[in-house]
């Protein structure tokens, strides 16, 4: 009996390449057993002969304190003991690789995140180029319309000042035609004024001629004064056209003057233009940097 208890107890325990047979029934299968047994004998009915169960395979088991299953513990001990040591370098490298990922993870995340800065640095930067551009495009406009205008009265001004020359010139030739005439006329005037004379000598030999003399005297008279108006009026528009031709000098100086400060200010803005579109191929390079670098920081983290 302690034998059998002993036996049982040692079924618990492992065994090196033994297998356990087949477990006996509990105490519920047997006492459905023992009812079905009372039921069938209340009947009093005759039972078949029933079939002999085999016996259990009993196998043999080692001993707790047998000398192999206590060097198999041993070596079972051991492998154990070198696993769970493995395991302990395998972890601590790990997590010292781990580290190492979270320290590169940290500092990629920093330079990534200087590179942000830059990159937002930049960005402010080509919006202000940007608005430089587009309020240095909107001032070329305005001065080219301003150029435009300009040279439109300019030009306006030009034909007037053209016209008022050929004005002169007609005028200039119609005075020294005028001259021309009035010498021709004061030399006939001497003519005249000398026949005069020698006609007062003789006037009291023919009264005849001596009126006809008064009637030439009064034509020369009448001659002279519309001679005098005419040259008169001739002079006031020869003084018109001077003041004209002045007011077109002043005119054109001021021209020259407005066009000179045009070109000064075109050239001014051509100048800044040049240097913005230099400003804008170096915030070009600098993006395509920007993009370079940060391509090799994700292909780093990847």
């Known amino acids: 009996m302690m034998s059998d208890e002993k036996q049982t107890e040692n ?62 513990q041993a070596n079972l001990k051991d492998y154990l003991l070198r696993t769970k040591e493995q395991l302990k ?14 320290a590169a993870r940290e500092e990629q995340g920093a330079k990534l995140y200087d590179l942000q800065q830059g990159i937002n640095r930049q960005n402010e930067q080509l919006e202000d180029y940007v608005q430089q551009i587009q ?12 150029v435009t205008q300009l040279k439109a009265e300019y030009e306006q001004r030009l034909q007037t000042k053209k016209e008022q020359k050929q004005k002169y010139n007609k005028r200039m030739v119609e005075l ?32 005849q001629l001596q009126k006809q003399l008064s009637e030439d005297k009064k034509k020369s008279d009448m001659l002279f004064y519309h001679l005098d108006v005419e040259v008169k009026r001739k002079e006031h528009e020869v003084e018109l056209v001077r003041s004209e031709l002045q007011d077109m000098r002043d005119i054109t100086d001021v021209l020259k003057t407005s066009i000179n400060d045009a070109n000064t200010d075109l050239e001014v803005l051509q100048t800044e233009h040049k240097r913005l579109t230099q400003a804008w191929s170096e915030v070009i390079v600098a993006i395509q940097h920007r993009d370079k670098i940060l391509y090799q920081a994700q292909q780093s983290m990847g």
């Open 176 to 207: 020294e035609n005028m001259n021309t005439l009035e010498g021709h006329i004061r030399n006939w005037a001497d003519e005249v004024k000398d026949e005069v004379k020698n006609a007062k000598r003789i006037v009291h030999r023919d009264t």
């Open 89 to 102: 370098n395998e972890i601590a490298e790990i997590k010292y690789q781990l580290k190492l990922k979270e």
């Open 135 to 146: 309020t240095n495009m909107q001032k070329r406009v305005e001065m080219e319309s301003e």
């Open 11 to 72: 079924v618990a325990q492992p065994a090196s390449g033994v297998d356990s047979g087949p477990e006996p029934r509990s105490e519920s299968e047997q006492e459905r057993a023992n009812d079905t047994h009372s039921e069938c004998d209340f009947a009093r009915l005759p039972e078949p002969p029933k079939p002999e169960e085999p016996e259990p395979v009993r196998l043999a088991l080692l001993p707790p304190d047998h000398p192999l299953l206590q060097k198999f």
